[in-house]
């Protein structure tokens, strides 16, 4: 038994750290291109050099995070289902 409640407050205390994080730094770096905006090439001779700019976070090298992209939907619908 104590085993288990170990656990499960692990968990809690992880949960909470996460929501923490969500809620101080609800963006976080772009994992697609590593924050730069851009992808990284190589010319011919093996130099690097900026490549396209990143669909996912639209060149600004920031996304989201999933559990703010959570929070956000589950206000969206608690706001639009009271009004």
């Known amino acids: 038994m104590p085993l288990i409640a170990l656990a499960i407050a692990c968990l809690f205390i992880v ?7 969500c809620v ?4 976080g770096t772009c994992r ?3 924050g730069f905006g851009f992808a990284m090439a ?3 001779k093996g130099r690097p ?3 396209k700019c990143c669909r996912r976070c639209k060149a600004t090298g920031k996304r989201i995070r999933v559990g703010r ?3 956000n939907r589950a206000q969206r619908i608690y ?5």
């Open 24 to 27: 101080g730094s609800p963006f």
């Open 42 to 44: 190589t010319d011919r």
């Open 69 to 71: 992209w959570l929070f």
């Open 32 to 34: 697609r291109c590593n």
């Open 79 to 83: 706001r639009e289902g009271t009004h």
């Open 49 to 51: 050099k900026r490549g």
């Open 15 to 21: 949960t909470l750290g996460y929501s923490a994080l």
